[in-house]
Each structure stands twice: as structure tokens, then as C-alpha cells.
T-cell receptor
Framework: GDSVTQMEGPVTLSEEAFLTINCTYTATGYPSLFWYVQYPGEGLQLLLK?????DKGSNKGFEATYRKETTSFHLEKGSVQVSDSAVYFC?????????????FGKGTKLTVNP | NAGVMQNPRHLVRRRGQEARLRCSPM?????VYWYRQLPEEGLKFMVY????????ESGMPKERFSAEFPKEGPSILRIQQVVRGDSAAYFC???????????????FGQGTRLTVV
């Protein structure tokens, strides 16, 4: 079935460091891809999305590009802040067996120190 | 436009009791998804519902768990005879249409954190 693999955490960075969180996927066709962020004790918030190959999603300084050839959607930010500390989930819309659902990676916990 | 509302935010149940988790989707959304998040793990799909229909329950445990989304009122995830292993965060998401009918997004609630003692 469809699946998402993202880099294991936790990731600890200093403020203003560069962030990359790797995400690759396995799916039939070309699914829409998403990054969600979860702050402690909260639900998931959509961070950014891309619906087709070569699309670049961006929001709050974060970016990710839909790479069909490498089946990847890596999350990047040039300069992280303490407030970016959270768990980040890569996800895709899966269409299988007559149903649709979001399939998530396991999440990557990011801690940014001042 | 209020977001996806889940209640209660925290629920404590003794082993053997029933847990009822409620989810009110965003206004105009008729598709609801339930997910479970175990500590330090990702989100696992449980069930996908439309009004009065269960579309996909492939992620639901075969026993003790059930879900509904009636014509009126919130979606309910019901866990009967809870056990310690049911302790988790349960998240509900809603979307305005089926993803196959064009691009859509899923909006998540704040979750219900169930603790079984």
C-alpha cells in the first residue's frame, strides 16, 4: 500500500540554523503531498502542500518541492526559530480500494535551542 | 468559521468502561476521518465516514470500536470496554469533498486524549 517515510528524529538545532527533514513516499500515481505541524498538546495544522510534480509549497519560511523522479518532498527552512519547535509530519492522499485517506509518516520532532 | 471541534479534550476512563469521543466537522464539510496517535508515534488511520455512511473502516479494530456520522449532529467514535492499550490521542479531521473530486485538504481538530486507568 501507499506509504510515507521520513527521517527519524529527534532533530536538535540552534536558532538560525538550516533545517532539512527528508520525506519520501511510495504511491500509485501522483498523490497530493503535505507537511503538517503539531505543537505540544495540540492538533495538526497544515503547514504546506503540493498537488503535482515540481510544485513548490511554501509557508512561514518553510518550503518543500514535489520531486516525482525521486518520489520525495523534503521540508526545508533557511533559519529556524525557537517557535518552530514541534513535530513535523509528511503525508499524502492515498487512493486505494475505493477509499481515500491521508497516510502519514511517523513524524520528526524538532527542538530549536536559543 | 469555527474549525473542527472535538470534545472532550481529555477523557479518563477505568478499564471496562465506555468512551465516547465527539467530532463536529467544519461548516459545510461532510467527510470525516478518525486517526489514533499513540505516544511517540505517527497517526494511524481508523475510519472514513460521510453523513450516514461508513466509507472505509479498514483501520478500526474489529472489536469494541465503532463510529458513526449521523445526518444531524457530530461524528461519534465509541470504544466499549476500554483497556489500557486504548490510551492514546484520537484526532478527527474533516474535508469538504472527496479527494478524488478535485484537490482538497483535511482540517484537524485538537484531539481527545484518552487515558485508561
Amino acid at each position: 500500500g501507499d506509504s510515507v517515510t521520513q527521517m527519524e528524529g529527534p532533530v536538535t538545532l540552534s536558532e538560525e540554523a538550516f533545517l532539512t527533514i527528508n520525506c519520501t513516499y511510495t504511491a500509485t500515481g501522483y498523490p497530493s503531498l503535505f507537511w503538517y505541524v503539531q505543537y505540544p498538546g495540540e492538533g495538526l495544522q497544515l503547514l504546506l502542500k503540493a498537488t503535482k510534480a515540481d510544485d513548490k509549497g511554501s509557508n512561514k519560511g518553510f518550503e518543500a518541492t514535489y520531486r516525482k523522479e525521486t518520489t520525495s518532498f523534503h521540508l526545508e527552512k533557511g533559519s529556524v526559530q525557537v517557535s518552530d519547535s514541534a513535530v513535523y509530519f509528511c503525508a499524502l492522499w492515498s487512493f486505494q480500494g475505493g477509499s481515500e485517506k491521508l497516510v502519514f509518516g511517523k513524524g520528526t520532532k524538532l527542538t530549536v535551542n536559543p | 468559521n469555527a474549525g473542527v471541534m472535538q470534545n472532550p479534550r481529555h477523557l479518563v476512563r477505568r478499564r471496562g468502561q465506555e468512551a465516547r469521543l465527539r467530532c463536529s466537522p467544519m461548516k459545510g464539510h461532510s467527510h470525516v476521518y478518525w486517526y489514533r496517535q499513540l505516544p511517540e508515534e505517527g497517526l494511524k488511520f481508523m475510519v472514513y465516514l460521510q453523513k450516514e455512511n461508513i466509507i472505509d473502516e479498514s483501520g478500526m479494530p474489529k472489536e469494541r470500536f465503532s463510529a458513526e456520522f449521523p445526518k444531524e449532529g457530530p461524528s461519534i467514535l465509541r470504544i466499549q470496554q476500554v483497556v489500557r492499550g486504548d490510551s492514546a490521542a484520537y484526532f478527527c479531521a474533516s474535508s469538504p469533498r472527496r479527494p478524488g473530486q478535485g484537490f482538497t485538504e483535511a482540517f484537524f481538530g485538537q484531539g481527545t486524549r484518552l487515558t485508561v486507568v
